[in-house]
Each structure stands twice: as structure tokens, then as C-alpha cells.
């Protein structure tokens, strides 16, 4: 199966940078599509970004463009997702997750899932 180990979270104040780490463990991981969830407190997990490890291809949320980006390290096995320009909005849990073929927005799309990494943005 795919294992998920998320870390690279933290406290940080408003305008700071952070970068997420996910580092998979499993067959095939090339053939992935992984994404970038976040959950706040009281509110439902929803899309941040996600990206084709064949292609490179990625996506992201209107609320995050222009300020993450989202990338991978075959030789690592691993996706990171640079957080910059950080808001108070911007904290919630961060979720990585993983799924054969093509990544989607679609939460139920991904069977694989991280523990999260909490992320706190300070105003």
C-alpha cells in the first residue's frame, strides 16, 4: 500500500513562510497523483493543491494561488508544498494524500492519507 508522513508545520506570523514535506513510501509512486488538503478548526477538509507525479502537472485553489506552490522529489520520493505569504486564514491541519492516476480536488478521491501537520499563522 502508500504510506504518508507529513511534516514542515508550525507557528508562524502573518506573511512568513513555511514548507510542507510529504514523503511517500510504497509501489509505483511515480504513477501517483498527490494532493495538499487543510482542515481549520469547525469547518470541513478542502482543497489546497495537488499535482501529477508523471507530468508535473499541478492545481490549486483560487484562496492559494500565487502564493503556494506545490512540488515533487522523485529521487525522494516526496512532494512539498512552499507556503508563502502566509494569512490567520491560512491555519488549519494540512493533510497530505495520494492516489494512482491522474490528481483530483475530489477529497474522496484519495484512499491514502497523512497523520497532519498542524500550521498556525499569527495575525
Known amino acids: 500500500q502508500v504510506q504518508l508522513v507529513e511534516s514542515g508545520g508550525g507557528l508562524v506570523q502573518a506573511g512568513g513562510s513555511l514548507r510542507l514535506s510529504c514523503a511517500a513510501s510504497g509501489r509505483a509512486y511515480s504513477t501517483y497523483g498527490m494532493g495538499w488538503f487543510r482542515q481549520a478548526p469547525g469547518k470541513e477538509r478542502e482543497f489546497v493543491a495537488a499535482i501529477r507525479l508523471t507530468i508535473g502537472l499541478t492545481y490549486y485553489t483560487d484562496s492559494v494561488k500565487g502564493r503556494f506552490i506545490i512540488s515533487r522529489d522523485s529521487a525522494k520520493n516526496t512532494v512539498y508544498l512552499q507556503m508563502n505569504s502566509l494569512k490567520p486564514d491560512d491555519t488549519a491541519v494540512y493533510y497530505c494524500?495520494?492516489?494512482?492516476?491522474?490528481?483530483?480536488?475530489?477529497?474522496?478521491?484519495?484512499?491514502?492519507w497523512g497523520q497532519g501537520t498542524q500550521v498556525t499563522v499569527s495575525s
Open positions: 494524500a495520494a492516489r494512482f492516476g491522474s490528481a483530483t480536488q475530489a477529497i474522496n478521491d484519495y484512499p491514502y
